[in-house]
């Protein structure tokens, strides 16, 4: 089977808007029951332990430290580097063209991104502040973009266009915070030779960019490379996906302008329109089938690398590997979890996402907007941006993530069970606030 085959139908359901949180949703429901189920059980523990190996020769591509992944490992470590390669390109094209690309519009999202994750963390230290529980403290400075935006739609148009633009500039600054957070606090024993080879790839994947390499394929291989040097360097491989991501170019090999004029000339080249051929079949001779791929290179070569390769994964990543990784890290077990254990690192998880997320973000915004003078946008009131900010409690895909980090040492590997109850119900709690009070304080906004 062809790439293009395997990737078309994901492509027609992300272009049909199906909700890939909905799967995401559901993938984690069914971990949990599963989890719980102690016929089971044992057999889901089995598969997160099941050896993902690819030997060429001698070399397993899919090993650390000379062991050979598991299933959790492989989802953790490699498929979530083409989540955040995604996240990558979006923050790119933000920087660019959307919501970040001018300092003006970008500063309000990124101040108020900036006191939601600083809240967060005090909220966490208040009930766990001392190690080793204290590791988990960046789990709730995350907010899941994909269940934010979800739970949003649902009031439909009534939401101000400026609500919507904050929450998704929001959460790409969100990411930027999570990224950096990850590479400082959760890399471990650096390998400078490993990372010197790693910064020689993506500096080769910089000068192929500005050498006009425009091949999508190129750039994979080199995120396969850069993603191989970083696994043995010590810096976690996620960090690869966003490096390149930011290398990918962003301007096309043609100007549209330039594309609809060679469209123009090379449409002179096809046959008349098929009324005119009575309506018969047309075979095209070899000459107007040269000009026919021609137009298929064109229309290639006005879409930039960035926007096409986020095309080719995006689909990939909301349909495969978030649904998958939240399969393999949302089986919770709620056997033998007591009340000493639910006020400790769950508790510090909910404040966080609860009450740290939202005050964070409301107060850090209005400040902000009061010391500035600019005020806030149009359409955006105190009052409204007070409910939307308590869906940036919604954690759950890269607060799942974290926890994972926060918590894979053997010696604090009972901590992470307890890391699942916390953003679950603290991103389920903040969802269900976010809605309710955002739906009321729009209703009262139209009929005011």
């Given at each position: 089977?062809?790439t293009g085959q395997?990737i078309k139908?994901?492509?027609r359901?992300?272009k049909?808007?199906?909700d890939?949180?909905?799967?995401l ?6 971990a949990v ?6 016929s089971v ?11 993902i190996?690819?030997?060429i020769?001698?070399?397993n591509i ?12 492989f ?9 955040f ?22 500063v ?6 900036i006191?939601g994750?600083i809240?967060p963390v005090?909220f966490?230290?208040?009930?766990c502040?001392e190690a ?6 960046a789990?709730?400075m995350?907010?899941?973009i994909a269940f934010?935006?979800a739970?949003?739609s ?9 609500l919507?633009a904050f ?10 915070g999570?990224?950096?957070?990850i ?6 024993h650096l ?6 080879w790693?910064?020689l790839?993506?500096g080769?994947?910089?000068l192929l ?5 425009r ?12 993603w191989?040097?970083?696994?043995k360097s ?11 991501a ?5 301007r ?9 004029d060679?469209?123009?000339t ?5 046959p008349?329109?098929e009324?005119k051929?009575?309506?018969?079949n047309?075979?095209?001779p070899?000459?107007q ?5 021609s ?5 290639r ?5 960035v926007?096409?390769m986020e095309?080719q ?7 495969i590997v978030l ?20 006020v400790?690192?769950?508790l ?12 964070g973000?409301?107060?850090?915004s209005i400040?902000f ?12 009131t ?12 919604i954690?759950?895909t890269v607060?799942?993530?974290?926890s ?7 010696e ?11 953003i679950?119900?603290?991103s389920?709690?903040s969802?269900i ?5 955002l ?10």
């Amino acid at each position: 089977m062809k790439t293009g085959q395997f990737i078309k139908p994901l492509q027609r359901l992300y272009k049909r808007r199906v909700d890939s949180s909905v799967l995401l949703f559901l993938a984690a429901v069914a971990a949990v029951i599963i989890a719980n189920i102690p016929s089971v059980s044992g057999l889901y523990n089995q598969l997160l332990q099941y050896p993902i190996m690819v030997q060429i020769g001698e070399f397993n591509i899919f090993s650390h430290a000379g062991e050979t992944m598991t299933l959790l490992d492989f989802t953790n470590d490699v498929l979530m580097v083409l989540f955040f390669l995604q996240v990558g390109l979006e923050i790119k094209q933000e920087g660019l063209v959307g919501e970040l690309s001018t300092l003006r519009r970008a500063v309000f999202p990124v101040v108020g991104a900036i006191g939601g994750m600083i809240m967060p963390v005090l909220f966490f230290l208040l009930v766990c502040h001392e190690a080793p529980a204290s590791k988990g403290m960046a789990i709730p400075m995350a907010t899941d973009i994909a269940f934010a935006l979800a739970v949003l739609s649902l009031l439909g148009k009534r939401v101000p266009s400026s609500l919507k633009a904050f929450l998704a500039s929001l959460a790409v600054a969100d990411d930027i915070g999570g990224i950096l957070v990850i590479a400082i606090f959760y890399s471990t024993h650096l390998n400078l030779m490993m990372l010197l080879w790693a910064a020689l790839c993506l500096g080769a994947i910089y000068l192929l960019g500005r050498l006009g390499v425009r091949s999508l394929l190129v750039y994979y291989i080199g995120a396969f490379v850069v993603w191989t040097f970083f696994l043995k360097s010590g810096v976690h491989t996620t960090i690869a996906g966003v490096l390149v991501a930011f290398l990918v170019p962003a301007r096309p090999k043609l100007s549209t302008d330039h594309m609809a004029d060679r469209m123009r000339t090379m449409l002179r080249l096809l046959p008349e329109s098929e009324h005119k051929t009575r309506g018969k079949n047309v075979l095209l001779p070899h000459q107007q089938i040269a000009v026919v791929h021609s137009m298929a290179q064109d229309v290639r070569g006005a879409v930039s690398p960035v926007q096409r390769m986020e095309q080719q994964i995006t689909p990939i990543v909301h349909f495969i590997v978030l649904p998958l990784f939240a399969f393999v890290n949302a089986g919770v077990a709620f056997g033998g979890v007591s009340m000493e254990s639910l006020v400790g690192v769950p508790l510090a998880i909910v404040l966080g996402l609860l009450l740290g997320k939202p005050l964070g973000i409301f107060l850090f915004s209005i400040v902000f907007a009061k010391l500035s003078k600019g005020g806030l946008p149009q359409g955006m009131t105190t009052t409204n941006l007070l409910a939307l900010s308590c869906l940036g409690g919604i954690g759950f895909t890269v607060a799942l993530f974290v926890s994972s980090l926060s918590y894979a040492q053997p010696e604090v590997a009972h901590f992470l069970n307890d890391a699942k109850i916390g953003i679950f119900t603290g991103s389920i709690l903040s969802g269900i606030l976010g809605y309710f009070f955002l739906k009321a304080v729009l209703k009262h906004e139209h009929h005011g």
